[in-house]
């Protein structure tokens, strides 16, 4: 079985400074893992996905994650947060047929 | 062009009744799914169907199913709505063995 686990269901950060999300996974196998963005009251954006070929990710709009397994972590970064980052972010496990497991999501904040 | 359309966008009804939520992908995927995201915004999958295979999440009540009239379709049927029902329904496509999923924008089920 799979679970995905969100650390943070809110992280805020001023404009300009480094965003982290945390995701950790628990999976008997080596896992898919993705990113996923939530604008309000809209779909699912991928941003990266990790399925077993680098451990660094690097995503759309200037994400990257680095998968540690190690760790259990598919951590996901920014270096500098733009407003337009406001959003819902969910960290996914999974791959074919049965579909992603979902974390409960993070809210991420931008402070002007 | 759309690659996983949904209809319709919202739909408000009335509890007891029956609806239908229509589905299409034009990415030639080979897999389809029904997530539900609850007020809490959690996502957690339904349904998944291929040719050949139907996979329920144990969790989802028989008032709940899907019906693939082809392979670039997949349609939701609710019957006897009831108000916990209320939630966004989002489609979703992959091709399993690239591992690469694709969702519709979503549907926004209102039972009053």
């Known amino acids: 079985a799979q679970s995905v686990t969100q650390l943070d269901s809110h992280v805020s950060v001023s404009e300009g400074t480094p965003v982290l999300l945390r995701c950790n996974y628990s999976?008997?196998?080596?896992?898919?893992l993705f990113w996923y963005v939530q604008h309000p009251n809209k779909g699912l954006q991928l941003l990266l996905k990790?399925?077993?070929?680098?451990?660094l990710v690097k995503g759309i709009n200037g994400f990257e994650a680095e998968f540690k397994k190690s760790e259990t972590s598919f951590h996901l970064t920014k270096p500098s947060a733009h407003m337009s980052d406001a959003a819902e972010y969910f960290c996914?496990?999974?791959?074919?047929?049965?579909?992603?497991?979902f974390g409960k999501g993070t809210h991420l904040i931008i402070q002007p | 062009d759309t690659a996983v359309s949904q209809t319709p966008k919202y739909l408000v009804t009335q509890m007891g009744n029956d609806k239908s939520i229509k589905c299409e992908q034009n990415?030639?995927?080979?897999?389809m799914y029904w997530y539900k995201q609850d007020s809490k915004k959690f996502l957690k999958i339904m349904f998944s169907?291929?040719?050949?295979?139907?996979?329920i999440n144990e969790t989802v009540p028989n008032r709940f199913s899907p019906k693939s009239p082809d392979k670039a379709h997949l349609n939701l049927h609710i019957n006897s709505l009831e108000l916990g029902d209320s939630a966004v329904y989002f489609c979703?496509?992959?091709?399993?063995?690239?591992?690469?999923?694709?969702f519709g924008s979503g549907t926004r089920l209102t039972v009053v």
């Open positions: 999976s008997s196998y080596s896992p898919s």
């Open positions: 996914a496990s999974g791959g074919g047929a049965d579909g992603l497991t």
């Open positions: 169907y291929n040719n050949k295979e139907l996979i």
């Open positions: 979703a496509s992959s091709q399993v063995l690239t591992r690469g999923y694709t």
């Open positions: 990415l030639g995927h080979d897999t």
């Open positions: 990790y399925t077993s070929a680098a451990t």
